[in-house]
Nanobody, 127 residues
Framework: QVQLVESGGGLVQAGGSLRLSCAAS????????MGWFRQAPGKEREFVAA????????SYADSVKGRFTISRDNAKNTVYLQMNSLKPEDTAVYYC????????????????????WGQGTQVTVSS
């Protein structure tokens, strides 16, 4: 049974930092792109960042470029999201996901491409 478990969310003041982790189990995803998405109350889920299997290709939403960094540790089957200079508008539930369509595929911002999802972790940024 495949599971993606996010952790590291919480309450932080504007300007602060958090590091999210997403550990996968039940299957090895080292050869597949992984991504982070977020969903704020009353809004649709949106792309945040994605990373190729080798970390050679990375993509960010414009709203987080220069502040967030995605990385992965294939030996641990884990993807991370380092979030710096957090803003109140970053408040959302953050989800990690795996695009398991093609081995060695490029990361995509296209939400329906992702097959496996975590349960989400809440990030709240106070002003």
């Amino acid at each position: 049974q495949v599971q993606l478990v996010e952790s590291g969310g919480g309450l932080v003041q504007a300007g602060g930092s958090l590091r999210l982790s997403c550990a996968a189990s039940g299957r090895t995803f080292s050869m597949y792109p992984m991504g982070w998405f977020r969903q704020a109350p009353g809004k649709e889920r949106e792309f945040v960042a994605a990373i190729s299997w080798s970390a050679g290709s990375i993509s960010y939403a414009d709203s987080v470029k220069g502040r967030f960094t995605i990385s992965r540790d294939n030996a641990k089957n884990t993807v991370y999201l380092q979030m710096n200079s957090l803003k109140p508008e970053d408040t959302a539930v953050y989800y990690c996901a795996v695009d398991a369509r093609y081995k060695y595929g490029s990361p995509t911002t296209y939400l329906p491409a992702y097959d496996y999802w975590g349960q989400g972790t809440q990030v709240t940024v106070s002003s």
